[in-house]
């Protein structure tokens, strides 16, 4: 709780400096570079411990289960919120494209800075205005999260007067065998949907000719992934987790086939884009859903080992911001060599045929060398239940102990 109390004030500073333009004009670069690196640290700092807090709200699986089905439903309605509030506001500017991007001709460089200076002073404070309305919902859902949950320790946690050092825990951890095949699943899958969502915003200006639709193509994907949560909460109780990847995650590859060979027809792609957050709504809830199971595994091959669940948890959250940062190396370095101009109307053949490439095939490949990894995860259901009735045995085991170290304490005291 310290660290998301603290990370807080410091990450919405950070995040409404992020869309402020400064005056001078040497050094922006410099300047969005050092807000963008210390927002996504504070980021880091709230996300890891409020990620592992899953792990300490209760000792049962299911209500785990439940609770990160809750967590992702509402992470997922807060990427809704956020979609649209930034598109719609930012929407309503209007933001002019440069017929001749790269003409040399001053005249009409200073022409076309002319026209645009308003506007683009139009765009700059709506996304100001964006920005501090989602710093308002930061700091709600910060207040709501810090006064109103609890932890909880394990019984068997408490016997243990020190917990283990970080390296020997790291140690530990990365050598669990499950876990790797576990986060080098969840490192392809993320990098498939991060590509898709990096370039959709491109692809449906540039390549789908839907320039003015973009945000409301991704708010129909983001709604549809909110809503069909629930139903792959249901599907991973009724018919297990390792089923329930394998059937949501895929789902999405005949869907990014259609779009690699669709025409710009506006409705078709609404419909593709509804179908396509079935889809997203899988890879968003159930890698995270298989991670409190890992962890149960390693408490029974290593009993003594408690504290390791930021460890867990941490990694994870690397893996995700890792994968993030690799799609926006190969998503910027793809398209530069394609050619693309920067706030042109258009763009070229090249650049329109990469886009699709990042947007299709490569998630394509990335989501199926992902579930071939998934398949080598060693924990289905039956493990499952089977660590779920001995880790109960462990608890039942800790209390009885807790329960005659506390006896024995009083009977030396009286005497």
């Known amino acids: 709780m310290p660290w998301i109390i603290f990370s807080t004030p410091l990450a919405i500073i950070a995040y409404f400096l992020i869309w402020f333009v400064p005056d001078f004009p040497q050094g922006q670069a410099l300047w969005y570079l050092l807000f963008y690196c210390l927002f996504e640290t504070l980021v880091t700092c709230f996300h890891v411990p409020y990620s592992a807090l899953t792990m300490f709200i209760s000792t049962e699986q299911s209500e785990r289960d439940s609770a990160t089905a809750y967590r992702m439903t509402v ?4 990427t809704v919120l956020g979609t649209a509030i930034q598109g719609q506001i930012v929407g309503q500017a209007d933001t002019p494209c440069l017929q001749d991007p790269n003409g040399s001709a001053l005249a009409s460089e200073g022409t076309n800075h002319t026209q645009s200076a308003t506007s683009l002073k139009e765009t700059q404070n709506a996304y100001l205005l964006a920005a501090g309305v989602i710093a308002s919902i930061y700091v709600i859902c910060a207040v709501i999260l810090t006064l109103g949950v609890r932890e909880q320790r394990e019984p068997y946690e408490t016997q243990q007067a020190e917990p283990m050092s970080f390296f020997r825990g790291l140690r530990l951890v990365m050598s669990h065998g499950p876990y790797v095949k576990l986060i080098a699943g969840f490192l392809f899958t993320s990098l498939a ?56 995650i895929s789902s999405a590859v005949p869907f990014l086939i259609l779009v690699a060979f669709m025409k710009s027809n506006l409705i078709i792609t609404y419909v593709v884009a509804v179908a396509a957050g ?114 109960q045995a462990l608890r039942e085991e800790a209390s009885s102990s807790g329960c005659s170290d506390t006896d024995s304490t009083e009977l030396a005291r009286i005497l």
């Open 75 to 78: 992470e997922v309605l807060g």
């Open 193 to 248: 949907f991060m590509l898709v969502e990096g370039n959709f915003a491109l692809f449906c200006t540039y390549t789908l000719g839907f320039r003015n639709e973009f945000q409301n193509l991704l708010l129909a994907i983001m709604l549809s992934a909110t809503f069909t949560i629930p139903i792959w909460q249901w599907f991973l109780t009724r018919f297990g987790k390792k089923t329930a990847v394998y059937t949501g």
């Open 278 to 391: 079935i889809s997203v709504a899988a890879a968003f809830l159930l890698p995270w859903s298989m991670l409190p199971d890992v962890i149960d595994d390693f408490h029974l091959k290593q009993p003594q080992s408690h504290g390791t669940e930021p460890i867990f948890f941490s990694f994870y959250v690397f893996f995700t911001k890792f994968a993030s940062g690799v799609s926006l190396g190969i998503s910027t370095l793809s398209l530069d060599f394609a050619g693309y101009q920067t706030r042109g109307c258009s763009q070229p053949a090249r650049v329109k045929f990469t886009l699709k490439m990042l947007v299709t095939i490569a998630p394509i490949v990335l989501i199926l060398l992902g579930l071939l990894l998934f398949k080598l995860y060693p924990i289905d259901e039956e493990k499952r239940r089977q660590n779920k009735k001995d880790l």
